[in-house]
């Protein structure tokens, strides 16, 4: 299993710099982040931090393929500052000598009753050892989400609009990657999120969630994304100060792995 990893970490950047995207609440949304109005949207879309209006402090745990060498934390907290909310977010995914982590600052805030958005300023590290090097770069993102009703939602995101690369050994540019989504509430306590993206010069990826509120405080989520294929289950607990979530991921290829997060809204 370690010279498996090892390789495709070595012989696939594309696989190497895909992004990382925090929260067991977004893995259970088969990767759908662009809805995310939490913490975690420091690293995701960014406008989601303009619905924030309290501090708060998360951690978010993965283990690859249930492989202990491989696994990922994130760090984050928000502030809510002037017209908006500021987030700063800290990952890093760790396989043996491969490290990659990444430290990112957004604000988000309200253009209208119905119009949030939100920017971030990242700054992305790759480690492949001393042999293969190691180098990092900064990038910018952001999006949009536009709240049409009570009913429907639509939301977009840009990552890397100005093609920042990393130099360690060779020259590997961090992912353009556009998404666009939609939210929509068939049923008081049910919701459906749809997200595609786009990689430039890339392929497109699909990702579809059904949410069911079973109870005021409680969440069943179950997903599908594309490109690569992945079959997704979750659960979330939202209480007045804590919030739990934990996602099961199916790879079709390379196994099953949890994902899980906690977050502390303080008062």
């Not at 294929?229 to 199916?250: A, N």
Request: glycine residues 12%; positive net charge.
């Amino acid at each position: 299993m370690r010279s498996f990893f090892l390789f495709l970490f070595l012989c696939a950047p594309s696989v190497l710099f895909g992004q990382f995207y925090s929260g067991a609440e977004t893995s259970g949304r088969a990767g759908a982040f662009v809805f995310q109005n939490g913490v975690w949207s420091t690293s995701g879309n960014q406008a989601g931090l303009a619905l924030v209006n309290k501090v708060e402090s998360g951690l978010f745990y993965t283990n690859k393929y249930r492989n202990l060498e491989v696994y990922g934390v994130s760090m984050a907290a928000t502030i809510p500052a002037f017209s908006g909310t500021f987030g700063i977010e800290v990952q890093q995914l760790i396989f043996n000598t491969f490290v990659d982590r990444s430290y990112t600052l957004a604000y988000g805030m309200k253009l209208s009753n119905k119009i949030v958005a939100g920017v971030g300023l990242a700054y992305r590290h790759i480690s492949l050892g001393s042999y293969y090097g190691s180098g990092g770069n900064v990038f910018v993102e952001g999006g949009v989400t536009w709240l049409t009703s009570q009913k429907f939602a639509l939301a977009m995101h840009i990552s890397n609009p100005f093609v920042s690369y990393i130099e360690y050994s060779s020259k590997e540019i961090i992912p353009v990657v556009c998404s666009v989504g939609c939210k929509y509430h068939p049923l008081v306590n049910w919701s459906v999120l749809f997200q595609l993206d786009k990689v430039v010069s890339g392929g497109f990826s699909g990702h579809i969630c059904f949410e069911n509120n079973i109870y005021s405080d409680l969440i069943l989520r179950g997903g599908y994304q594309t490109n690569p294929s992945l079959y997704v289950f979750g659960i979330g607990i939202d209480k007045k100060r804590w919030q739990g979530d934990s996602s099961f991921i199916i790879n079709p290829i390379l196994g099953c792995y949890p994902e899980l997060s906690v977050v502390y809204k303080w008062s």
